[in-house]
């Protein structure tokens, strides 16, 4: 897990990655993965797999706040890069 704030931008934003070296993305798989339900050209570990609810009840509440979430891959068997970026607000004093 990484936090790097983006002061670049006109309105500061708060960035979190997570990085995994597994299975990765195809890119069909990357445009579908926060749907609900949806299956996956990655083979499940047993049994047949979907995505479930989780990865999309993360993007409505993720863009609720303002932010956004989105997943990157080199391809199958490169890993991935999961990114959420959330705005920064100061603390009232």
Do not use: C
């Amino acid at each position: 897990l990484d936090e790097k704030n983006q002061p670049s931008q006109p309105q500061e934003r708060v960035r979190f990655e997570v990085k995994d070296e597994g299975q990765g993305l195809t890119k069909e798989d990357q445009e579908k993965l926060f749907g609900k339900f949806q299956r996956l050209s990655a083979r499940p570990t047993g049994g047949e797999s979907s995505t479930g609810l989780g990865l999309s009840i993360a993007r409505q509440l993720v863009e609720l706040q303002g932010g956004k979430i989105l997943a990157e891959s080199a391809g199958k068997d490169k890993g991935s890069l999961f990114i959420v970026e959330l705005p920064a607000y100061q603390k009232k004093q």
